[in-house]
């Protein structure tokens, strides 16, 4: 009998250690995780008796603020801009939680950031609304508007940087989305708009400049030059200029854009392949320099990860992609490797990656840290903390960064960049133009320009040749998309201060 009591008394002495260590890792362990998880409900509920935090753009452009209600959720997330930066906002919403912005900085806009503890705490106890701290975004609400109105109603992206700072300037992508119905606390009016949304096989929710990955095509033309730089080629180094290139172990040919020989005909250089954007001859230089080579150099640009230090929602970009993951090792055979080398194959590159890409060649060399929240500050208006992200150290030789920084300006002054260029900038301004395969017959290609202007780096896509289709190119379409965001940024620096 005692033995039987023994025994039953050792079993619930472990069940009950059992439930006190599953208790103490809840609370101590996952707490926190439980806490952030959007699909908590009750957590979400407490949050609205607080007056979250405000996003502000520019000195005054209010992007997200909350009202005071009469309803048992005290506050509304409104979102005054509407559609203008929604894919930088995100959306505030008791059935559907937080997105973008709205969740990355979520203990600031509720006033539980590190230094608002004490500040907390006092509310709770005198019974006071809690207010939270408010970003300062980097975005510029003037080169927003142009980054709109420039694409207009074609499907696609345009990202603007500061090259030295990494702070977006602009980022704006087509379709988008209106947040208010997702934070109204009408739940059918929410719901019916979460439905519609995710219906839409546009997929408006995701953002084209930063989740949705597009073949590069000549633009990652940049990438390969770096490479073949540092590996001691030169600009002048010529080839064989074929008007389509035998692809090695195969029957297939690699054509040029249009047919033909790329600059008249004969051997042609490094520098012309790149002003002219010269299929046959950086397929060349690809399978020179081998897959590992290029892959190498994509990584040290910012291929294989989200870009550092970017406070949002990012996939990586990759010189071997897999599709709805993330990247594979660079094991590409020699024909694998030509495609590879034109931005093609299996390469895959958000819009932000590519602007990165300008960027760094603006920079000589130095990538930048990507960032949409320049200051965090308190109710008072106190600056509480101050994002300053420092730019890699050099990823190539000093020779190389300028000489690929001359090369990208030589193909706006005198190649397939001309129709981006803006007459005051010659000699300043770089870019790459891209058309890239879609791989879906009859599709018309997607089409790219990446540049850089003094204060600025700019990537643009537009997806299926846009409003010409088959008869776009990148200088064409989204050229005039990159220019006007420089010429807005030349017209502001020029003012007046």
């Known amino acids: 009998m005692n033995r039987a009591i023994r025994r039953i008394a050792l079993i619930l002495g472990v069940a009950f250690a059992a439930l006190i260590a599953q208790l103490t890792w809840i609370q101590v362990f996952s707490a926190e995780k439980l806490a952030e998880n959007p699909a908590n409900r009750r957590l979400l509920i407490k949050e609205y008796s607080i007056r979250r935090g405000a996003m502000v753009a520019g000195s005054d452009v209010v992007v997200a603020e909350s009202r005071k209600t009469p309803d048992k ?27 973008l912005a709205e969740q990355t900085y979520n203990d600031y806009l509720i006033g539980a950031g590190p230094q608002d503890r004490f500040a907390a705490i006092a509310d709770d106890l005198l019974g006071r609304d809690r207010t939270g701290d408010s970003l300062i975004l980097t975005l510029d609400p003037v080169l927003q508007k142009v980054a709109r109105d420039a694409l207009g109603g074609q499907k696609g992206a345009a990202v603007a940087l500061d090259p030295e700072t990494g702070e977006i300037l602009a980022m704006y992508a087509n379709p988008t989305y209106d947040p208010n119905p997702l934070s109204s606390h009408n739940l059918a009016t929410a719901t019916k708009a979460w439905t519609k949304l995710n219906a839409d096989p546009l997929k408006p929710l995701i953002s084209r400049a930063t989740q949705e990955r597009y073949p590069p095509g000549s633009t990652f ?18 080839y064989p200029n074929p008007r389509a ?16 020989a790329c600059a008249g005909g004969g051997r042609i250089s490094m520098a012309q392949a790149l002003r002219v954007s010269c299929n046959t001859t950086f397929a060349q230089i690809g399978m020179q320099l081998g897959p590992d080579k290029l892959n190498t150099m994509a990584e040290k640009f910012g291929f294989g990860a989200a870009p550092k230090g970017f406070d949002l929602p990012a996939v990586p970009s990759c010189f071997v992609a897999i599709a709805g993951q993330g990247c594979e090792a660079a094991d590409r055979n020699k024909p694998q490797t030509a495609l590879s080398s034109i931005g093609q194959q299996d390469v895959r590159a958000t819009p932000l990656q590519m602007a990165v890409i300008a960027a760094t060649v603006a920079n000589l060399g130095r990538v930048p840290q990507p960032h949409v929240v320049r200051e965090i500050r308190d109710p008072s208006g106190k600056v509480v903390k101050r994002i ?5 150290d050099p990823i190539y030789s000093d020779n190389t960064a300028s000489t690929l920084r001359d090369l990208m ?89």
Do not use: C
């Not at 959720?73 to 997105?99: C, D, M, N, W």
């Not at 172990?249 to 054509?255: D, G």
């Not at 300053?388 to 890699?392: E, I």
């Open 73 to 99: 959720l005290k506050y509304l997330r409104v979102y005054p801009q509407k559609t203008l930066f929604a894919q930088i906002s995100g959306y505030y919403s008791i059935l559907y939680g937080r997105y």
């Open 245 to 260: 290139l035998k692809l090695p172990l195969t029957n297939k040919t690699l054509p040029n854009f249009g047919g033909g």
């Open 409 to 497: 300006i030589q193909v706006v002054d005198r190649g397939t960049g001309r129709p981006a260029a803006v007459a005051s900038l010659r000699g300043e301004m770089g870019g790459k133009t891209g058309t890239a395969q879609t791989g879906v017959p009859n599709e018309p290609p997607h089409v790219w320009f990446i540049a850089f202007a003094p204060g600025i780096a700019v990537a643009v896509v537009v997806e299926n040749g846009g409003d010409l289709a088959d008869a776009a190119t990148g200088g064409k379409v989204a050229g005039p998309v990159a220019r006007a965001l420089i010429e807005a940024k030349l017209k502001q620096d020029r003012k007046p201060r």
């Open 221 to 238: 033309k940049v990438i390969v030059t770096a490479a073949a730089l540092e590996d001691g080629i030169r600009p002048s180094t010529t």
């Open 388 to 392: 300053l992200l420092p730019s890699s």
